[in-house]
């Protein structure tokens, strides 16, 4: 039985607590509320993770420490960069293999299939900031100070996705549901549930260490279709949609951090932005969870 740290206690980071729990790991899971799945091998531990000293405590010992925080993306440029640098202390001081949980947004904007050996090149600073943030570790990891790998998948099905934020709701109820983004350009969705298995694979397979992955990720679907997918998983009537126009999402991000955000990445669905995980299934043996299954978990959710 071995020790595993895990920063964060949102969706990711408790697929991840229970995935390592069930397997009979120990895990301590911490946020600043001490949130965290209800489990017998999971400690939920209330803590500032921007703490390197007090992180590092947390840490002795583990033979993992997994980076599954997830700041709000107004918050990003003040609240990534203690945080990165307090789980880089701590895994150079205690030796535990920094696992990171990240995103496809370092990438910038991309044409055709997005695979580990496409440039990061994004621009725009809070999406660069994900990219300098895996440059770090890797730098520390080349200089044999830490170990480090990082995982990287699309948007989400479950948890913080485009169904529990915007459409998932209306549509269960067989309203009308809004869209953010257009509904006819194929877009790569990934399980939450992908994430944490392939975080833990990478975390515990010295091949991964140096490295970052794609989530293992089912074909991708416009919006429209996932829309369809979604309702006939959930046994409700077909879906109504309407996709809401740019210029009106500008003006209603004057008044939502949350919004307001989404200008950033809007270019992941103006054209064609699709996931290559090819690499993590061949390596770890790793599919992804059929996405009708997924799909019903978030109906369960939202229910």
Request: glycine fraction near 8%; hydrophobic fraction near 45%.
């Amino acid at each position: 039985m071995s020790t595993h740290v895990i920063v964060g206690a949102g969706a990711v980071g408790s697929a991840t607590a229970t995935l390592l729990a069930e397997r009979g790991e120990r895990v301590r899971i911490v946020s600043r509320r001490g949130a965290g799945p209800e489990h017998p091998g999971v400690e939920r531990i209330a803590a500032d993770a921007t703490d390197a000293e007090g992180l590092t405590g947390l840490a002795e010992g583990a033979v993992a420490l997994y980076n599954c925080a997830n700041p709000q993306y107004h918050r990003w440029p003040t609240d990534w960069p203690p945080l990165a640098s307090a789980l880089l202390t701590a895994a150079e001081r205690t030796g535990a293999v920094l696992a990171t949980t990240s995103n496809l947004y370092g990438y910038g904007e991309v044409t055709g299939p997005i695979t580990e050996s496409t440039p990061l090149a994004a621009t725009h600073p809070k999406l660069r900031l994900r990219a300098d943030m895996w440059r770090d570790a890797l730098r520390a990891h080349e200089a044999g100070r830490i170990r480090a790998t990082e995982v990287r998948g699309s948007d989400y099905i479950q948890a913080n996705s485009i169904l529990t934020f915007a459409l998932g709701k209306p549509l269960l109820a067989g309203k009308r549901a809004y869209s953010p983004a257009a509904l006819d350009v194929p877009h790569s969705w990934t399980s939450i549930n992908d994430v944490a298995a392939l975080l833990v694979a990478a975390a515990g397979d010295e091949r991964a260490w140096g490295k970052a992955w794609h989530v293992p990720t089912e074909a991708p679907l416009t919006i429209r279709e996932l829309a369809t997918r979604f309702t006939e998983a959930a046994g409700v009537a077909a879906p109504k949609l309407s996709a809401i126009p740019y210029p009106v999402l500008w003006t209603v991000g004057l008044f939502s951090p949350m919004v307001r955000e989404l200008r950033a990445t809007h270019y992941q669905f103006a054209r064609p932005f699709v996931l290559d995980s090819t690499a993590a299934t061949a390596t770890f043996g790793l599919k992804p969870q059929p996405i009708d299954e997924s799909l019903r978990e978030t109906a369960h959710l939202l229910s």
